[in-house]
Every structure is written in structure tokens, then in C-alpha cells.
């Protein structure tokens, strides 16, 4: 069931949503050659319940499987749900971290692909199309308009990449997965119509090679089958009749972030 938001529902998202800039800004800040990916778990969880809230993603159940971590830490080849352990980040390696929150009964939901030192300039082309095709997304994200209207101009971005089809974005609000499914390709026009109130998690996961995708025998990380190398971003967007809410922000993150390729503007209202 789609569940529409109020003025003050979406207040409260918007506040979550910003603890999560933030304290994916904090990660940003620690990650280096080095640093292990659970010390980044350890200081995101700190982060979190120091400003009143309790990260979302751990304990957070799958089948028979439950997340151990606050965060999702995916390098290189892993598209998303990486588990936090002792893997020492390598200088030129892409870092997703996706980040979630519970904070006053509503859900912050975010993800920003850092860079590990400098990295390539394909991997740079990488990153700015993926970060592109968010932008391209979320300016579909209007009342009247269509989930295919999204998919779709998230998938026309990134022409010669490979689009991941069995993940996609969601409703998100009191929980962290809500309908509707929103996935990263799809036809103008076709899918769930957006109607004010609806608010959703956009999020591309793009790979260099193939769209398609493998999961671990650990039950989350998920790869790309040929093992190139996957960006991922998201944000969580409020629908309304003037044009897309961004809730979430990645200001935090690119005050201080070198990141030349992320400067492309998001459409908002």
C-alpha cells in the first residue's frame, strides 16, 4: 500500500533525511587509505545516537537474514548492502555508503559514493553519470507524472553503462521500504501514476561492465557479475505539484569533498 504524506509527515522525513547528510559527511571526513570500513560503521552508529536517533539499517531483517551494521559499505565491484568488517580501504577505490535512520518514528534514507584518494578518471566518468542520471531522475519526480518517467530518464543518462534492474528505489517514510518500487529504467509514461504527498527514495546504481548483478553467500552484498566497478548514489525526494522536495542533502558532504564531477545542480521545485 502507497501511503501519501502530510505537510507535517514530510517536515519530520526532512529532518531525518538531514541527520543522514550529516552523518554521512562525518563518515566522508574519515575515509582514507587505511581506515577499515567497520571503523566507519562504528563512528556512523556513534554519530547516530548521539543526535537522538538509532541507525536504521542494523538488525534490519531480509528473509532469514539480519544486518549487522549501521551502514552499507560497497566498494569497488559491490553495488550496494557491503557489510562493515575489517576490509582496509585501498588509495583509488569508489566507496558507496548508504546510510539510514530512525529518528522521531520516520525513516532518513541516503547513499553518496566517495572516493578513496584520487581515483581514475574512469572511475571520475563514472561518478559524474551516475550523479547526472539522480538529477535526471529526480526532476521527473512531479505530480502527474509516472514511475516510468523516472526510471526512464535515469536509464537515458547513462547510455553504455551498465543500469542495475534487480535493485531499485522506494517509498520510504515510517519505514525504511515502502511501496511503490521505483526502478532505474522503464518507459515514459507506464507505472504507478506520483501523487502529492508520495515520497520516495530515488537511487542509480550504475556499473562500468554489465548491468547484472551477484550476491554473496553472506545473503546482502551484491556485485556486479563481471566485477567492474559500480557508483551509487540516492536521495529522498517529496512529490508535488510545483516539481520535486529533495529532502535529503548531500551539502554536508560537498563542502569538503573534492569532487569536481558531483557539481551538476539538483532540480528542486
Not at 528505489?169 to 515514459?188: D, F, K, M, T
Not at 509514461?189 to 554473496?216: F, H, Q, S, W, Y
Amino acid at each position: 500500500m502507497v501511503h501519501l504524506k502530510s505537510a507535517r509527515e514530510i517536515a519530520k522525513l526532512r529532518a531525518s533525511a538531514d541527520l543522514v547528510g550529516r552523518t554521512l559527511a562525518e563518515v566522508g571526513r574519515h575515509i582514507a587509505p587505511g581506515v577499515t570500513t567497520m571503523e566507519l560503521d562504528a563512528l556512523a552508529e556513534t554519530f547516530i545516537r548521539d543526535h537522538g536517533a538509532e541507525p536504521a539499517f542494523k538488525g534490519h531483517r531480509a528473509g532469514n537474514n539480519v544486518f549487522p551494521g549501521s551502514l552499507c559499505v560497497s566498494a569497488d565491484d559491490k553495488v550496494v548492502h557491503g557489510i562493515p568488517g575489517d576490509e582496509v580501504l585501498q588509495e583509488g577505490q569508489l566507496l558507496s555508503v548508504d546510510c539510514g535512520v530512525l529518528l522521531d518514528g520516520f525513516i532518513g534514507d541516503s547513499a553518496y559514493t566517495f572516493p578513496v584518494g584520487e581515483i581514475s578518471e574512469e572511475a571520475q566518468e563514472l561518478c559524474r553519470v551516475t550523479y547526472e542520471s539522480l538529477r535526471d531522475g529526480i526532476a521527473q519526480a512531479r505530480a502527474g507524472n509516472r514511475v516510468g518517467d523516472i526510471g526512464h530518464a535515469v536509464s537515458q543518462r547513462c547510455e553504455g553503462y551498465g543500469v542495475v534492474r534487480e535493485l531499485c528505489g522506494h517509498g520510504v517514510g515510517r519505514e525504511l521500504w515502502e511501496e511503490p518500487q521505483v526502478p532505474n529504467y522503464g518507459r515514459p509514461g507506464r507505472g504507478r501514476k506520483l501523487k502529492r504527498g508520495l515520497t520516495i527514495c530515488i537511487e542509480p546504481m550504475v556499473n562500468i561492465g554489465t548491468a547484472d548483478v551477484v550476491t554473496d553467500a553472506d545473503g546482502w552484498t551484491v556485485r556486479t557479475a563481471d566485477r567492474s566497478l559500480s557508483a551509487h548514489y540516492e536521495h529522498m525526494v517529496a512529490v508535488t505539484p510545483d516539481g520535486p522536495d529533495v529532502l535529503s542533502t548531500f551539502d554536508h558532504i560537498e563542502a569538503f569533498i573534492d569532487a569536481p564531477y558531483h557539481k551538476a545542480p539538483l532540480p528542486n521545485g
